[in-house]
């Protein structure tokens, strides 16, 4: 059949077919026409309003949010939806096979390119935070504003969902607030996974189903030209919006054009528990640099905020990743995800974001085809957008993009000089937010001289001599600022035991060298998959060591939907060393050097 009679018999069967049969024509189509791998099948992608069903390898079918016990089968970790003229990617599961890695990969480069869109919208569903990552009610998989009216079996039932009395809600929302507990964004992969497949023996599979997806979603994210595939330039931005907590390789899904934080946004590095350094996303690069690309305050401090998001297990917040750039946009609430799925889908496509006419192509004059006369007009309206519904940027501006707190009267702030308080409404009224404080910069500055000693042992010896200062400052009036600091050294040095001495020799001298001026994101994640591989392979290593205790990363869970018990996960101990003096230069060279 050509490719042509194939397009017609599937516009024709389209509306009749089943979701498993149009799922398997959808695919056999984009084979034939991009030659796309077969990962890409791991993440579905539908324009119709179906529920997701997913082959099994019997080759029979099932509703993929189809419960079993208390666990549901054939759940992928990520699909895809057409929302108008934007494309929705909703994070199902916090982590992805490999497999589903290198499928997302490919799908967002793909969708990046292609000007018939005008946006890429990656998102936790809200119904993550709503009720305890159960999304048995939204097998649509549908945004919620598109949902209203449209699915009878889906009843509002608050932010606590439909599985508890009331009673209990009232009793949940006055301990947890809006949730139950925070959602988990995306941890990247499974390295306990890794492990029961046998995976970390075998570096050249390890590098190939693993590390290389990896690196190719993180420059997918970003918007990176791959000539490895000879992909295609990307043309529409990408906009992340992570309700809940990122760790370590899962920030890859936050290297876009956009990131939209929430109240509840929150960045973690875990691998040190796992006995792991670096995934190959480029943090080893990144963290160095916090706040350089848009110029902040926070850059001044910038090696120290990141060995301490590195090495401590430091939490940053909201408010921390704005500051440091980690994030582009606070924009508090986690439902503005439904006024931003709103208008991207009714905003132009890339191609359609055109005021000026193509110029007339005249016989005998060379015609520019790079040239774009619409190109100043391109994706503006996007960005206009995401600045509309933010409280601020990491340029501190507001949602009215603008910068006029030194025009502000200083006694309130809510009015501009010369004008006449009486007289001026409420509409009329800018609310600005002045410095927004961040405690990662805060504490970035506090232990400067500590955090960027050459080693970690002298890092640790020098925040060892701050928390002595405790015993000396307790008790004595106005001293409750030292005894709060000597408190906060002894909570760093605390967490820095727990992590794998290897582990974290390795990860500081990445950090090092990633500081370097003639250091690259490319040249940074190549060292960091090196380094990972070598970790994940070690015989007797800390990371075998970890996966074959059982135990965790210290995650806080719940035990069940409608249990209000937290289940705080067991960290491993028993490491190769017992500290980071035990740790010789040799070991550590012999992870990072160049293969």
């Avoid at 297990?313 to 921390?320: L, S, W």
């Avoid at 005998?364 to 933010?390: K, M, P, T, W």
Wanted: net charge negative.
């Amino acid at each position: 059949m050509s490719m042509e009679a194939y397009r017609k018999a599937a516009s024709r069967l389209s509306p009749k077919l089943s979701p498993s049969a149009l799922a398997q024509l959808g695919n056999s189509m984009e084979q034939a026409l991009t030659d796309a791998p077969s990962s890409v099948y791991s993440i579905p992608e539908s324009v119709r309003h179906d529920a997701f069903v997913v082959s099994n390898k019997s080759g029979t079918t099932s509703h993929p949010f189809e419960e079993a016990g208390s666990e549901v089968k054939n759940n992928p970790g990520a699909v895809i939806r057409s929302i108008g003229n934007a494309r929705r990617v909703f994070l199902l599961n916090s982590s992805l096979s490999p497999v589903e890695l290198d499928g997302l990969s490919h799908r967002i480069r793909a969708l990046a390119s292609n000007d018939a869109i005008n946006s890429i919208l990656v998102a936790n569903p809200l119904e993550d935070a709503e009720s305890n990552c159960d999304m048995s009610e939204n097998t649509t998989c549908l945004s919620s504003f598109m949902e209203e009216g449209e699915s009878p079996s889906r009843v509002s039932g608050g932010p606590w969902g439909d599985h508890l009395s009331d009673s209990m809600k009232t009793l949940l929302h006055e301990n947890y607030g809006e949730g139950l507990a925070m959602p988990i964004v995306s941890t990247g992969y499974d390295a306990r996974s890794i492990y029961d497949a046998g995976m970390h023996k075998h570096l050249d599979q390890l590098e190939r189903e693993l590390m290389v997806p990896l690196i190719s979603l993180s420059k997918a994210v970003r918007g990176s030209y791959d000539e490895t595939i000879n992909s295609s330039p990307s043309k529409v931005p990408l906009i992340s919006i992570p309700n809940g907590l990122t760790t370590d390789s899962g920030y890859s899904l936050l290297l876009g054009s956009y990131v939209l934080a929430t109240h509840s946004t929150s960045l973690k590095i875990l691998n040190p528990l796992r006995g792991l350094a670096f995934d190959p996303v480029g943090l080893s690069y990144l963290l160095p640099r916090l706040g350089w690309e848009f110029n902040q305050t926070s850059k001044e401090y910038s090696k120290a905020c990141g060995v301490l998001l590195a090495l401590t297990g430091y939490e940053a917040n909201a408010e921390d990743m704005v500051a440091t750039g980690l994030a582009t946009h606070y924009i508090g609430s986690p439902y503005k995800l439904n006024i931003v799925e709103r208008a991207l889908s009714e905003i132009n496509s890339f191609a359609g974001q055109a005021l000026r006419p193509k110029p007339k192509s005249l016989h005998g004059r060379e015609q520019d085809d790079g040239y774009d006369v619409n190109e100043d007009f391109r994706n503006v309206a996007v960005g206009n957008l995401i600045q509309y519904i933010s409280e601020y940027d990491v340029a501190k501006a507001d949602e009215y993009g603008c910068y006029l707190r030194d025009d502000l009267d200083e006694e309130t702030g809510l009015f501009l000089k010369d004008k006449d308080p009486s007289i001026t409404l409420a509409e009329d009224r800018i609310q600005m937010y002045g410095e927004v404080f961040s405690e990662l910069v805060s504490w970035g500055a506090t232990f400067q001289e500590a955090l960027l000693e050459p080693t970690v042992e002298g890092i640790i010896a020098r925040l060892e001599e701050i928390a002595a200062t405790k015993a000396e400052f307790e008790g004595k009036s106005g001293c409750e600022e030292d005894v709060m600091v000597a408190e906060q050294a002894e909570s760093l040095v605390t967490n820095m035991k727990q992590r794998s001495p290897l582990a974290l020799r390795t990860m500081h001298r990445l950090l090092q060298q990633g500081a370097e001026t003639d250091e690259t994101l490319e040249t940074c994640m190549e060292r960091e998959k090196t380094s990972q591989m070598r970790l994940f392979a070690k015989e007797d290593g800390d990371f075998v060591r970890w996966a074959e205790s059982g135990k965790g990363v210290g995650l806080v869970g719940m035990k069940g939907v409608a249990s209000i018990i937290k289940d705080k996960e067991e960290t491993f101990s028993n490491w190769n060393h017992a500290s980071v003096k035990e740790v010789t230069d040799d070991e550590v060279e012999e992870i990072v050097s160049d293969a």
